[in-house]
């Protein structure tokens, strides 16, 4: 079968710590054009617009979106109208309702979208699953503590509405969960705004399973020193720590399982794998949480954020 030929839109810094080396990689990609701003890719055709791109080249078969979220719809309905695949960067779009608008035309066009959930193919998580589909969980505590100012320097739109701020990270920690635990829903939520941004720096989180099941999360940017992406589970075959953003997982203090991280390579095979199969991959259960806790969640200003 011939590559699916493909273009991507917003090339900045996921686009090449990631994106390019995965397709560059697989066989079932061969990478046509670019359309960004100001961004380009070294032999490869570039358009500053999706509109320029689309008109001038037919061949494109998929595009993958890798602008900021609040970017996002705009060029996803104008790649689904022409007819094309979609591989949406996480979080799929600024809201609920835009990404269910463009699931609904996916299936209008017979195309494929995909919401992309790049943490939950990190290496230990399908072992974590099976841990605890194999046990009784008493409680889990995710901790996703980072320093924005080493992770995401100079990047404006993750401060302004619609960036997620914290939950830019946070949501893969809810990407995870969202995939190994029985669905939860949130009782109650304290979000931390500095008093000159519009997004959140700190969040607290607590849900529960309708078995009751207590899950505490607690996600901060303004973690220095040792960074933080675990998720703890307390179980009756013991504790369980799934560590490193699910890269390594522990139980009663002893890693049992680890593997070589490939989390964006996982992604494009399952993309050419709904694509080969004409179906669309959209679990929105980790945005509709971050909604929530917009919708219930305290508020509270804190100290500013200057870069
Ligand atoms: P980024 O470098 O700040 O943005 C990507 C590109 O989008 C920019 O280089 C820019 O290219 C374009 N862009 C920026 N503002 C735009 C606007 N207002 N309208 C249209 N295009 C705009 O961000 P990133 O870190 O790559 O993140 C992009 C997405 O990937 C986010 O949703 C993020 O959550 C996700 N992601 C990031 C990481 C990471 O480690 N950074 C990891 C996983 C997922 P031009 O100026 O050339 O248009």
Redesign the pocket.
């Known amino acids: 079968m011939s590559p699916i030929n493909l273009a991507i839109v917003?090339?900045?810094?996921?686009?090449r710590?990631?994106h390019l080396p995965s397709i560059e990689n697989n066989s079932d990609f061969k990478l046509i054009a670019t359309a960004?701003?100001?961004?380009t890719v070294d032999g490869i055709p570039a358009f500053t617009s999706i509109e320029a791109m689309l008109d001038a080249v037919p061949g494109i078969d998929a595009v993958s979106l890798?602008?900021?979220?609040?970017?996002r719809y705009e060029a996803a309905y104008k790649a689904l109208e022409a007819g094309k695949h979609v591989f949406l960067?996480?979080?799929p779009g600024a809201t609920l309702s835009e990404v269910a608008d463009l699931e609904a035309l996916a299936k209008t066009k017979h195309v494929s979208l995909f919401a992309s959930w790049?943490s939950r193919y990190a290496p230990a998580i399908e072992a974590a699953k099976a841990f605890l589909a194999g046990t009784t969980i008493k409680s889990v505590h995710v901790i996703w503590k980072e320093d924005v100012r080493h992770?995401h320097p100079n990047?404006e739109?993750i401060w302004q509405a619609g960036g997620l701020g914290v939950f830019?990270p946070g949501i893969n920690a809810l990407s995870i969960v969202t995939h190994i635990l029985p669905p939860l829903f949130l009782t109650g939520a304290v979000l931390e705004f500095p008093e000159n941004r519009d997004s959140p720096i700190a969040a607290d989180l607590q849900f529960k399973s309708g078995q009751g099941l207590a899950v505490h999360a607690e996600f901060d940017w303004r973690q220095t020193g040792k960074q933080s992406w675990d998720i703890v589970a307390e179980t009756e075959a013991g504790q369980m720590v799934l560590s490193e953003g699910g890269s390594k997982l522990s139980v009663n203090g002893e890693l049992t399982f680890t593997a070589p991280e490939a989390e964006y390579p996982s992604l494009y095979r399952r993309f050419a794998e709904i694509v080969k199969a004409g179906t669309s991959d959209v679990d929105l259960a980790p945005l509709r949480h971050v909604a929530d806790a917009f919708m219930l969640g305290k508020r509270k200003f804190v100290e500013a954020f200057h870069d």
């Open positions: 917003g090339v900045g810094k996921i686009v710590d990631q960004s701003r100001h961004g890798c602008m900021p979220p609040q970017y960067e996480k979080p790049h992770w990047q739109w830019d």
